[in-house]
């Protein structure tokens, strides 16, 4: 699936509405299981941005887990910062 892409606008816009949110899926040592992907794909499909807790990764895996995490569910990656990352996927225009 096509990762979303953003343009600087509403990637800035994002970064300012995530600002105040908390993690909703946290990923452990296990890293990204099927699981742990249904829960971010129900995640989104609730609230469109959310911010997912990578914890105890190394900078590489946490970067190769992001893009692993939009490729898969066809979202965008708003930012990456430290083990916290924010991704979004409106909601379909049907809904």
């Known amino acids: 699936m096509p990762t979303l892409l953003l343009t600087n606008a509403e990637r800035k816009a994002l970064k300012a509405r995530a600002h105040s949110l908390h ?9 990204l299981t099927p699981a742990v992907l249904q829960e ?3 995640a989104l499909a609730s609230h469109e941005l959310i ?3 990578l914890a ?3 900078r590489d895996t946490r970067e190769r887990s992001a893009e692993d995490v939009a490729e898969a569910l066809s979202c965008a990656v708003v930012q990456l910062i430290g083990h916290v990352l924010v ?3 409106p909601f ?4």
């Not at 899926?25 to 296990?30: H, L, S």
């Open 87 to 89: 991704v979004f996927r």
């Open 56 to 58: 105890g990764a190394d």
């Open 40 to 42: 971010i794909d129900r």
């Open 51 to 53: 911010k997912v807790r």
């Open 23 to 31: 993690p909703t899926v946290i990923v452990g040592a296990a890293g």
């Open 92 to 95: 379909p225009e049907d809904a």
